[in-house]
């Protein structure tokens, strides 16, 4: 979970745990049903495991975002440019 704390904002940890735990289970119900043979299960599980990897990409997609703005306001601060940031949640 250490490699969280680097991907996601902080605001997003929590979540990204909890999305990182599903996937994790969401793996091991897949293989429960492949060796039970129950290829409908199986799926449905690997449906669900996507979407919280999907969820995951999104938070660390977020994050690299709002690294970018920072540096280019630490950029445009050091050639004395006056920014001023604005916080908008989405």
Do not use: P
């Not at 902080?10 to 897949?30: H, S």
């Not at 060796?35 to 919280?52: D, G, H, M, P």
């Not at 997609?61 to 989405?90: A, C, F, S």
């Amino acid at each position: 979970m250490d490699l969280l704390i680097k991907k996601v904002l902080n605001k997003d940890y929590i979540q990204a745990g909890r999305l990182v735990d599903c996937i994790v289970y969401c793996g091991d119900r897949y293989e429960e049903a492949l060796e039970q043979t129950n290829i409908v299960s199986a799926k449905k599980w690997l449906e669900e495991q996507r979407r919280s990897l999907d969820e995951l990409e999104e938070l660390f997609k977020k994050k690299e975002q709002h690294d970018r703005i920072r540096t280019l306001v630490e950029e445009l601060q050091g050639r004395n440019i006056q920014i001023q940031l604005i916080n908008i949640t989405v």
